[in-house]
């Protein structure tokens, strides 16, 4: 990795010294030149890059067709962001029309360009068409949420089962509900969803689980933008968490740990009416 500054065109502004979080870029005083020391410790955020407004600053992780100036005036108001943010539901009734391409694709790049923890962008994702594939993701789910509450109703285990999994007692009821469903005919865990986008990490990562949640949330927007309906696809998520044999890793090829999933289908309709949620619950110091 290298950095440099092109002083001709550096206005000295020290722009790119105030955004870096490394503090890679120094200068000394007001209209100085800029400097550089531990370059090493870059993390390839690309802010000096971004925010420079002569194009002087030159890294070697950012070449000249991977920036890209921004159109602000097409920037929603914040109006618009909060009303998007209210639309935003759950919504689980879907038509049976499948999801444009165009549209899973926007979704994935929404999701791909959310901010990582040290920039280490080690999120990937996984998007799942194929009719076949979403049934057998529904099914391992509850072979996987069978097994779980054939061991944890077992006499010899029930004793100990607070001290071995606080709040699995509690549970039961609820996946067997779940199971009592699927059995039944219903889809219970994907809900007939036309795509399902996983997003995972390395089980390496120290940030994963964080940073895979903060790719969902921009997906969901833009989503939500496209008039895409989604949810949370929490089941399966405890599902992969719960099965040792890592059956959902080995039918999708994935390496490491999911951390979030996102059902998607065009929707049967769309909500008219936003409801407030509980009080807010905000502390200030």
């Known amino acids: 990795m290298t950095i440099d500054i092109e ?51 030159i ?4 070449p000249q067709q991977k920036v ?12 618009q962001v909060m009303e998007l943010c209210r639309s935003r539901r759950s919504n689980r009734a879907f038509l049976s029309s499948a999801v444009p391409e165009e549209y899973l694709r926007q979704i994935v790049n929404a999701a791909h360009l959310a901010p990582t923890a040290s ?5 990937s994702f996984t998007l799942v068409t194929n009719p076949d ?3 057998q993701i529904s099914d391992i789910t509850i072979e996987t949420f069978e097994t779980t509450v054939k061991k944890i109703s077992n006499p010899l285990i029930k004793p100990f089962l607070n001290l071995i999994s606080p709040g699995a007692k509690d549970a039961i009821p609820k996946l067997s509900a779940v199971i009592a469903k699927q059995r039944s005919g219903t889809d219970a865990i994907l809900r007939d969803a036309k795509a399902v986008l996983f997003i995972h990490t390395p089980t390496s990562s120290n940030f994963g689980r ?18 895409v309906s989604q949810f949370y696809t929490g089941y399966v998520c405890i599902a992969f968490d719960l099965d040792k044999k890592k059956q ?6 994935i390496e490491g740990a999911i951390h979030a999933g996102m059902a998607l289908s065009m929707p049967a309709f769309k909500f008219p009416k936003y409801i407030d949620r509980k009080e807010l619950n905000l502390t200030i110091f």
């Open 210 to 227: 964080q940073d895979a949640n903060l790719a969902y949330q921009n997906a969901s927007l833009m989503a939500e933008s496209l008039g």
């Open 133 to 135: 594939l979403l049934k």
């Open 7 to 57: 002083n001709e065109s550096c206005i000295k502004c020290g722009k790119c010294v105030k955004v870096c979080p490394a503090y890679i870029l120094t200068q000394e005083n007001p209209k100085a030149e800029i400097g550089l020391r531990n370059i090493q410790t870059c993390i390839a955020c690309g802010h000096c890059v971004a925010v420079c407004p002569t194009d002087s600053v």
């Open 248 to 253: 959902l890793s080995r039918l999708l090829n």
């Open 68 to 79: 890209h100036t921004l159109n602000r005036d097409i920037l929603p108001t914040p109006e």
């Open 119 to 123: 920039n280490g962008q080690e999120v």
């Open 59 to 62: 890294h070697s992780e950012f």
